[in-house]
């Protein structure tokens, strides 16, 4: 796969996001970060939520980096209807795992690129997943591997995926940037 860099700024500091990029022959040409206040709003529905801060990360980006093709993501797992923020310790994450056990959720990522001439696409990308019921001490095992560290919910690509049943819609997506969106958006600013 062609790993010459593209004429684009992927402005997301996720390592998952470049490696997935890089597996349809999309490297980006700088990596940034767009440092936006994450929180979220009053009554802020989770789709409304995940769109605005991909939407605000590439708005971000391009002010930074006028005329240059700009590419950016947010992922959000939505549990019951709430937004999961990343758990500041185990304890926290237990209960995660806990809420997720045995029981459906969502994974969404939004994608948005905006052009060299500041046209900014985006797309949406919802991904239903169900989980086996998971054992005290699966859940204890699973926290304890810290590969949710740093990440919401879990990372789905470590051991996580062994209690994975079901998923309906895209992987990549749940990792972080669904593939075949992200392509088309990237052609349509003209990054071949």
Not at 11 to 35: C, D, F, M, Q, W
Not at 46 to 59: D, N, Q, T
Not at 81 to 93: A, F, I, R
């Amino acid at each position: 796969m062609n790993k010459e860099p593209k004429d684009f700024i992927l402005a997301s500091g996720s390592i998952h996001r470049k490696a997935l990029l890089e597996t349809i022959g999309y490297t980006p040409k700088k990596i940034v970060s767009a440092n936006i206040d994450e929180s979220e709003r009053p009554h802020e529905k989770p789709l409304s939520f995940v769109k605005r801060m991909a939407y605000e990360k590439v708005k971000k980006a391009s002010e930074e980096f006028p005329n240059e093709v700009v590419l950016s993501a947010d992922t959000i797992v939505v549990v019951r209807g709430k937004v999961l923020h990343k758990s500041k310790d185990s304890n926290e994450q237990t209960l995660v795992m806990k809420s997720l056990s045995g029981k459906a959720h969502k994974v969404i990522t939004s994608v948005c690129v905006c052009s060299k001439s500041g046209k900014i696409s985006q797309r949406t990308v919802t991904t239903r997943i169900l989980m086996k019921k998971m054992s005290e001490q699966e859940i204890s095992d699973y926290v304890a591997s810290n590969e949710w560290v740093g990440v919401v919910g879990y990372s789905i690509e470590g051991c996580l995926g062994g209690y994975v049943k079901k998923i309906i819609g895209s992987y990549s997506g749940v990792v972080g940037l669904p593939l075949y969106e992200t392509k088309n958006l990237l052609t349509g600013a003209s990054v071949l």
